[in-house]
């Protein structure tokens, strides 16, 4: 499986508001975008993952951005209810920029490794495409998306606006 439709559709909006209320969020952190990073040409905010040089699963937690978009958090209880997963890990949301792309890579590590990826189109336009080997997940906004980040994958957005969009890590 590099992609399966889990059927829910989460409204949004109130999550996207609070993000566009908030949008000197966006780039804060750095871990994934520095340098020659797939990730360059976006911009995250981190809503969950675990602090510090030695981060393990067991101290992922909810960070400040977190308690200015509090919808963040419906969101994932709505995602882990529906999923039956019983573990929250890291929380991100990742804005493109109109004719920006992440570049294809394929994620590793004990975070990759550990947890099943949901993805939320927040914001995307015709033109937005989160690709796995030339399969592209449909951008229809709120639906919810699991994903298998161990297969080459990669963002393109031809559009004329920012895409938006929640990575939610779970088991």
């Known amino acids: 499986m590099m992609f399966r439709d889990t059927k829910l559709h989460i409204d949004t909006s109130e999550l996207l508001n609070q993000i566009n209320d908030n949008i000197n969020l966006f780039g804060a952190n750095k871990a994934r975008t520095a340098g020659d990073s797939p990730h360059r040409e976006s911009l995250d905010i981190?809503?969950?993952?675990?602090?510090?040089?030695?981060?393990?699963?067991?101290?992922?937690?909810?960070?400040?951005?977190s308690?200015?978009?509090?919808?963040?958090?419906?969101?994932?209880?709505?995602?882990?209810k529906h999923n039956e997963c019983g573990e929250l890990g890291g929380i991100l949301c990742t804005k493109l920029p109109a004719g920006n792309k992440i570049h294809t890579h394929v994620d590793v590590g004990w975070h990759a490794e550990r947890y099943k990826k949901y993805y939320i189109p927040i914001q995307a336009d015709g033109g937005c495409e989160f690709v796995?080997?030339?399969?592209?997940?449909?951008?229809?906004i709120g639906s919810v998306w699991e994903f298998d980040n161990s297969y080459p994958h990669w963002v393109n957005n031809n559009s004329g606006r920012d895409r938006v969009a929640l990575i939610i890590c779970m088991r």
Do not use: H, T
């Open 132 to 140: 796995f080997d030339g399969e592209v997940i449909p951008e229809k």
């Open 46 to 65: 981190w809503f969950r993952f675990g602090l510090g040089d030695n981060a393990v699963y067991e101290q992922s937690q909810w960070l400040d951005a």
């Open 67 to 80: 308690s200015l978009c509090p919808s963040v958090k419906d969101v994932a209880y709505q995602v882990m």
